[in-house]
């Protein structure tokens, strides 16, 4: 398959008797495979689903009647925790404070660090004597024993790749990680899923975002929080081209809907919150070579004394790109990339890779 990378990871060690492990299930078929193919390599496997918000879809009410049923099929225990306070204070308010800066924030990886990696692992060490946790994200972890650190790599199959959401995960949670799928496409999810009578193997994909799954959009998500504040779309020529209503409804790089007509294509080039201004300009001023990120975090390796070369990735679905990484004393780096890149957004993630291997991460800061 084009689309695959050499399967080089160990995915789980070879199980021992009496070694346990506490399954994150969110009730979908990623998560519910992931269980069924522990149990299957001899794990004592018992389920965890996190209550984060109220409403539909994964990672609610729905989602936790699914975890529950599949916990029930297979004789094994199910845990909820209620995290829903966690869930509004390092999500919910981090989304909206983002969004009312002028800045379009990453929510997935600071979920993946506050809410579910770092407690699930605490809750599941200190009160179900787990040896491991587990999830359904498709990435892998690799022990190197030369520097005794726990790598986090890339999935075997590429377009289901979620590693860039994990960058941001304490490395020495990975060393209590399992990622059964890290070596599945997602066919081959429903497949086993199926294989083990999983009434999840048909069930739709979720939304990558569950804000969005429980809202219906995510700018039906924001309205909950931020009232429409009219101002000014302005040209980076100085010239006022329309009014929006709002700049927690643009996004940097956007190009459709902005309900202004130019002589050329137009994309949004800054949201300025002090004055309420959406700047935009053509699509050569979107480029830029440089980012600063900050809250950096070093996974697979420690932070190195002096600049590292690396392939950056500035989105979720975005290419990685040869770049000079110069970590800061300060917890920053500068990422100086080979070529411009198009619409580097703050508060978006910039990850870096050698290969399949994940070496860090931060926040994009400017």
């Given at each position: 398959m084009a689309d695959r990378a050499p399967a080089t990871a160990i995915q789980f060690p070879a199980p021992a008797a009496g070694k346990k492990v506490v399954v994150g299930l969110s009730g979908g078929v990623d998560s519910s495979t992931a269980?069924?193919?522990l149990h299957d390599q001899g794990y004592a496997v018992e389920g965890l689903t996190l209550w984060l918000m109220k409403g539909k879809g994964q990672c609610c009410s729905e989602g936790m009647v699914d975890a529950a049923q599949i916990c029930e099929n297979m004789g094994v225990a199910h845990?909820?925790?209620d995290i829903?306070?966690?869930?509004?204070?390092y999500i919910v308010n981090y989304l909206i404070d983002g969004y009312e800066a002028g800045i379009t924030p990453l929510p997935c990886s600071n979920c993946n660090r506050m809410v579910k990696f770092s407690p699930m692992w605490d809750y599941a060490r200190d009160n179900l004597a787990a040896d491991y946790i587990a999830t359904g994200h498709y990435a892998r972890t690799r022990y190197d024993e030369a520097t005794g650190r726990t790598h986090l790599l890339r999935a075997v199959y590429r377009p289901k790749d979620q590693s860039y959401f994990l960058y941001d995960v304490p490395h020495e949670v990975f060393e209590h990680v399992l990622f059964p799928l890290g070596d599945y496409a997602k066919t081959e999810t429903r497949q086993a899923a199926a294989d083990h009578g999983l009434h999840t193997a048909d069930k739709p994909e979720s939304q990558d975002l569950c804000l969005v799954e429980a809202?219906?959009?995510?700018?039906a998500f924001i309205d909950k929080y931020i009232a429409p504040k009219q101002g000014e779309i302005v040209h980076t020529s100085g010239l006022v081209l329309g009014q929006h209503d709002g700049i927690h409804h643009y996004t940097l790089g956007q190009r459709k809907g902005l309900g202004v007509a130019y002589s050329e294509p137009l994309y949004v080039l800054e949201l300025d919150p002090v004055l309420n201004r959406v700047v935009v300009g053509s699509k050569d001023d979107t480029f830029s070579s440089e980012l600063m990120a900050r809250r950096v975090n070093w996974v697979s390796i420690a932070q190195p004394s002096g600049?590292?070369?690396?392939e950056v990735q500035i989105r979720y679905r975005h290419l990685p790109e040869l770049a000079t990484v110069t970590p800061l004393a300060d917890g920053r780096a500068r990422v100086v990339f080979d070529q411009p890149q198009s619409s580097i957004t703050p508060g978006q993630a910039a990850v870096w890779y050698d290969g399949e291997v994940l070496l860090g991460g931060g926040i994009i800061e400017r």
């Open positions: 269980i069924a193919l845990h909820i925790v829903r306070e966690t869930f509004e204070k809202n219906g959009s995510m700018r600049p590292i070369r690396a």
